[in-house]
């Protein structure tokens, strides 16, 4: 194992101010091979590095680092997670929660096969129906002018962090298109680009967003080395729906 410092960060060891610590919390930042481990502070506390509290400062020491992918402890908590996820997905850097190792299997040999049927048929959807979707892009842009996409973090095979792609809806039941597409799950159309580029399946477990995963347990974090499925988040879209009618009737 090696350690080094970032260039960018040599000259900013200084001591963090009490308000500073409070919203900012250490963490210890660790290199290996390429990689860089980011995890809650031990018992041997490094130098306060000010560029980690800025997503600039910390974009720019990124781009200038011979890192190609960054480890994160989900302990850190949400907002310390999702703030380095915004960092490294700026620079084109992937970034992995720390999740518990499985017992080593026999790789399934027809695993290649699955991500090529998944990549062939979603294009085929996307082909077919292409006037759907662009009738949906341009009912989205009238009603949200100001935003066509929304993009969410979500954790996916092995825990790596991508983006799942939405169509833009307002919660107020008032906008009558947002409310049909969230009704019938249309707004998480684009999310068969997710399929496109690797990031999901069309079946699988249930996308797990960045926000819950870091809440999991050891046991629950094991689950996030399957890929995830877009029928599984629109099943689990589905239960949600459910379960909030049932509270009204209750």
């Known amino acids: 194992m090696t350690i080094s410092t970032i260039r960018n960060l040599e000259n900013s060891l200084t ?3 009490l308000e500073q610590q409070k919203n900012s919390p250490y963490c210890t930042l660790t290199w290996r091979r390429g990689k860089l481990l980011v995890r809650p502070v031990g018992q ?6 000010p560029a980690t509290d800025n997503k600039e400062s910390l974009v720019e020491c990124l781009k200038h ?3 190609n992918l960054v480890l ?10 999702k703030f380095w996820a915004d960092a490294t997905s700026a620079v084109g850097k992937s970034i992995y929660l720390t999740i518990p190792s499985l017992e080593v299997s026999k790789q399934h040999a027809f695993a290649w096969l699955q991500v090529m049927l998944n990549s062939i048929i979603a294009f085929v959807i996307l082909a077919v129906f292409s006037p759907v979707a662009l009738w949906l892009t341009l009912l989205t842009c009238i009603h949200s002018p100001s935003l066509l996409f929304s ?12 983006q799942v792609i939405k169509f833009s809806t307002t919660e107020n039941n008032e906008n009558v298109i947002g409310y049909w597409m969230r009704k019938y799950g249309l707004d998480n159309a ?3 680009l997710n399929v496109l580029r690797g990031e999901m399946s069309l079946f699988g477990r249930r996308s797990v967003k960045l926000e819950d ?3 999991f347990n050891s046991e629950k974090l094991k689950e996030l080395h399957k890929t ?5 988040l629109w099943q689990g879209a589905s239960e949600s729906k459910l379960l909030h009618l049932d509270s009204q009737t209750l």
């Not at 041997?44 to 590095?49: E, S, T, V, W």
């Not at 993009?151 to 991508?162: A, T």
């Open 15 to 17: 001591e963090p101010s």
């Open 44 to 49: 041997q506390k490094q130098p306060y590095l």
């Open 65 to 67: 680092s011979p890192i």
């Open 72 to 81: 994160i402890d989900p302990e850190l908590g949400f907002s310390k997670v």
């Open 151 to 162: 993009r969410e973090w979500h954790v996916g095979k092995r825990g790596k962090l991508f």
């Open 190 to 192: 684009p999310q068969l």
């Open 213 to 215: 995963a870091v809440k």
């Open 228 to 232: 995830p499925g877009i029928l599984g």
